[in-house]
């Protein structure tokens, strides 16, 4: 969570401050506007509202809640409030715990929700979820009364007191808001009800008194906004009773004079026993006096104060109490308080005089550099001289300082000073006011011609030991509380009082001062704090004030104090008007020549401004471009070496190919050879074995016919066979052909290789087949000669004897031969053993035959001997 600061006038943002974690339900601002405290559910936080930092933080237990932290009235006391009842004092500074208010009695205990201070801080009233009130008095600290409020009243929602002008700051009244939305204002020592606002069908949600106690504005439970008038609500109330006495008088015939002015009271209420005819009625004859009327209505000031007797409040303790002193000021001095008039002086924005003001005056506060500023800005559009016043900002920043979060009453004390305490002082403007400083050295030389002497020896004029403490009104040469305590003085009496102020302080110093001689060592001192007792200055100010001759006395060349009007404020034109409009011509002229070297300096800015710009971005882009350079040429090199690395990969992967294709080369070839010694092999044995069956048929006359069939086959296998090597040889020369651009004399030696295992293998089919048929061919002439005998064993036997041949020999070293040849071999392995599948099976069917025959041989014997 975080709170804003904002600007009333301008509505802008002027801090932010943050600390709290939860929401914060109650602020309570410092009388002097310098700190606030701000408190959530769990905490409280002091603020420091000049520099808007946090300044210490109130941490308690989870177990005990907050319910008001707040500071009191016109002091330096802050009052905290838990949910346990318990009530802590604190000294705003040190926060040291000042006292702790005691319990509650048991037989009226009630949980503490809301809280009310009188103007005073003498007394607080607390309530809550009950129909009583708690009145406590702080001074004391002990609880010396309980209210009862109507039954009702059931719990109260908000408590506050109602300001009064004449009470001094004791409130009497307050207001109670209770659960039924019903404000009820009630006398807390008289314990009677006023008078009430809200009512149960248009009930009051929350309600704030306005400062001067003649509003009570209220938020309704409807959503509406009322605005009542305290004065309407407490007409009846404040009604005066019946005059007790009334006066019968002739009808003037003359001019009225102080002793015609005379008149018979009687009492029309009391009645007398009576008497007898003898006696005489009894009168009171009061005489008025004109003089003292006119003296009494001249002391009287407003909200009820008396001037005479401030003046002998202020002798007797020497300042103004500090909780009223404020109030007092407002009293003297008269204010009106012109709102409309102030806001369209505030309205009409800074004075192009001040714009700069920090640069001359570098404040550390902001808050206090822009009331100082907006004060200035409203003092020059007062009136036009208050622009050229050089002194103006020195004259008022004590006041501005002082008066800080009241700006309309800053103004109006700094006009009222200027147009009562500052008399003649602009009508020798731009120069010091020399007829003021030739009054302060008449009077100087007439109390103490020894120091007027020293400083007309010295060279020393007015200018230099009066001007400077008049246009600082004595804030370079007093601490805060001397000058509360001066100026205390001052505007409780004649204007001639600033006047002989500086008399008086320059012959209270004398004893420094007729030590001083030289001219730097003079305006030290009047620059600077000195060692000087301020009530002495005031009590020889106030002998001066009695004993000054008349002829030189300041109070018959000023005039006596004036208020400012109501509702407009008045002219001020008490300077050489043509000197000012003078100056302001030449201040205009010389303000444009200012602006039109200003604008043509800021061209000549903005050009060098944009040629630094453009060398900036040159060199930035040279920059650049070097750098683009040296990271392309680092770029290059590493794109160099990896480069270089995979060449030299590349050239390690041919020489490991090339090593590779060499071992499958001698393993192909190996392959190679043993598949086609295989082939060979087996193939010399089928005709070998078809050459034997030839010759074993041609024993007999069916052998013939079988040897040439068989003849003829294997004749039609040779040309097979010779086909199927003139096709593997073209394959070679394909694979020759396509292999001569990388690898020409090792592909051509590898496919040579290839050629010769084949021929070997081819060989070996041959005579594996030629085997066969031999052994068939023997088995089907034995067969012939032997007809009878049993053919199972000798079944057996070729069938041990075919198994036996090398016929799948070569899958043996399949897995080592190169994928393309693997696959033609392959190929040539399934042609060749269906061939030989289909000369088998040629050889069973002729054995098949010849057995037959041999079996009707057989049987024709027998036939022909039956």
Not at 389 to 401: D, H, R
Not at 643 to 648: A, C, D, R, V
Request: aromatic residues 8%; neutral net charge; proline residues 4%.
């Amino acid at each position: 969570m975080f709170l804003t600061c904002m600007e009333t006038v301008t509505k802008e943002l002027v801090s932010w401050m943050r600390g709290h974690e939860s929401s914060v339900f109650s602020i309570s601002v410092h009388a002097s506007g310098k700190y606030a405290i701000t408190t959530s559910s769990d905490t409280a936080q002091l603020w420091d509202l000049d520099t808007f930092q946090r300044k210490r933080k109130l941490n308690i237990r989870q177990s005990v809640g907050i319910q008001k932290v707040f500071f009191l009235p016109l002091s330096n006391t802050i009052l905290s409030c838990f949910k346990d009842n318990s009530i802590f004092a604190w000294e705003c500074d040190t926060l040291f715990c000042k006292y702790q208010l005691p319990a509650p009695p048991e037989s009226s205990s009630i949980l503490y929700k809301v809280f009310a201070v009188t103007r005073d801080g003498r007394i607080l009233a607390a309530g809550g979820k009950s129909n009583h009130l708690h009145l406590w008095c702080l001074e004391a600290r002990q609880l010396f009364r309980i209210i009862q409020m109507p039954t009702k009243v059931r719990a109260i929602r908000h408590l506050e007191f109602l300001p009064d002008s004449f009470d001094a700051g004791s409130n009497q009244v307050l207001g109670v808001l209770s659960q039924d939305g019903i404000m009820r204002f009630i006398n807390i020592q008289t314990c009677k009800l006023l008078f009430e606002i809200g009512s149960l069908d248009e009930g009051i949600s929350s309600s704030v008194i306005s400062p001067h106690g003649r509003y009570i504005a209220c938020i309704m439970e409807n959503g509406s906004l009322n605005i009542y008038s305290v004065q309407a609500l407490t007409q009846e109330i404040n009604k005066p009773p019946l005059p007790l006495v009334k006066v019968i008088e002739d009808l003037p015939k003359k001019k009225l004079s102080s002793s015609d002015l005379k008149m018979k009271v009687t009492s029309g209420r009391v009645q007398q026993p009576a008497k007898p005819r003898g006696s005489k009625i009894q009168t009171r004859i009061l005489k008025q006096d004109l003089t003292g009327d006119f003296e009494s209505k001249k002391n009287e000031l407003p909200d009820g104060l008396n001037k005479k007797r401030l003046q002998i409040l202020l002798k007797g303790y020497g300042e103004y109490p500090t909780k009223y002193r404020m109030f007092i000021w407002r009293s003297l001095l008269q204010l009106p308080e012109n709102h409309t008039a102030f806001s369209s002086l505030i309205d009409k924005g800074t004075h192009v005089t001040f714009l700069n003001l920090q640069k001359k005056y570098p404040i550390k506060s902001r808050k206090l550099l822009r009331v100082l500023q907006r004060t200035l800005s409203a003092l020059a559009h007062w009136s036009v001289i208050f622009s050229d016043t050089p002194y103006l900002p020195l004259l008022a920043f004590p006041f501005v300082k002082l008066f800080q979060n009241n700006q309309l009453i800053c103004f109006e004390v700094i006009a009222t000073l200027i147009i009562n305490w500052c008399q003649h002082w602009f009508e020798y403007f731009p120069n010091p006011p020399i007829n003021i400083l030739s009054m302060i050295e008449n009077v100087l030389a007439f109390h103490d011609k020894e120091l007027l002497q020293h400083f007309i020896d010295h060279d020393i004029t007015s200018q230099l030991y009066a001007w400077p403490l008049l246009e600082t009104v004595f804030s370079e040469v007093l601490t805060r509380e001397e000058w509360l305590k001066l100026f205390d003085n001052i505007f409780s009496n004649h204007p001639s009082f600033l006047l002989m102020t500086v008399v008086a302080y320059n012959i209270c110093s004398r004893v420094p001062l007729l030590n001083c001689n030289l001219k730097d060592d003079f305006e030290f001192f009047f620059h600077h704090r000195n060692n000087l007792d301020i009530n002495v200055v005031i009590r020889q100010v106030y002998h001066l004030m009695e004993t000054t001759p008349t002829d030189i006395h300041p109070d018959s060349m000023l005039n006596v104090f004036v208020a400012l009007t109501k509702g407009q404020y008045p002219v001020f034109n008490q300077y050489p008007k043509f000197i000012v409009d003078y100056q302001t011509q030449e201040r205009e002229r010389i303000r444009n020549d200012e602006l039109d070297y200003l604008r043509e300096r800021q061209t000549v800015e903005d050009m060098q401004a944009e040629v630094d710009q453009q060398r900036v971005e040159d060199e930035a882009w040279y920059q650049k471009q070097e750098l683009l350079r040296k990271a392309e040429e680092t770029r290059r090199e590493m794109l160099l070496q990896e480069e270089e690395k995979i060449i030299q990969q590349r050239q390690r992967l041919a020489a490991v190919k090339r090593e590779l294709q060499v071992k499958e080369m001698h393993l192909q070839d190996a392959a190679r050879r043993r598949f086609l010694k295989l082939q060979q092999d087996q193939q010399e044995m089928e005709l070998r074995r078809l050459d034997d069956e030839i010759g074993r048929k041609n024993l007999t006359g069916n052998q013939a016919a079988v040897a040439k069939e068989m003849r003829a086959d294997a004749d039609a296998y040779r040309r097979k066979v010779d086909l199927e090597e003139h096709m593997f040889h073209k394959l070679i020369e394909a694979g020759e052909t396509q292999s001569q651009k990388t690898q020409k004399w090792k592909e051509a030696e590898g496919k040579e290789f290839c050629l010769r295992s084949a021929k070997k293998a081819s060989a070996l089919s041959d005579a594996s087949r030629k085997w066969f048929l031999k052994q068939e061919i023997n088995a089907a002439v034995e067969h012939a000669e032997n007809p009878c005998h049993k053919e199972e064993p000798r079944f057996q036997n070729e069938q041990e004897d075919a198994s036996c041949l090398p016929r799948t020999s070569h899958l043996n070293d399949s897995s080592e031969m190169h994928p393309s040849t693997q696959i033609s071999l392959n190929r040539r392995a399934v042609e060749w053993d269906t061939t030989e599948q289909n000369l088998i099976q040629k050889v069973r069917n002729l054995r098949q035959r010849l057995t037959a025959q041999a079996r009707h041989r057989c049987q024709t014997p027998h036939l022909l001997a039956a």
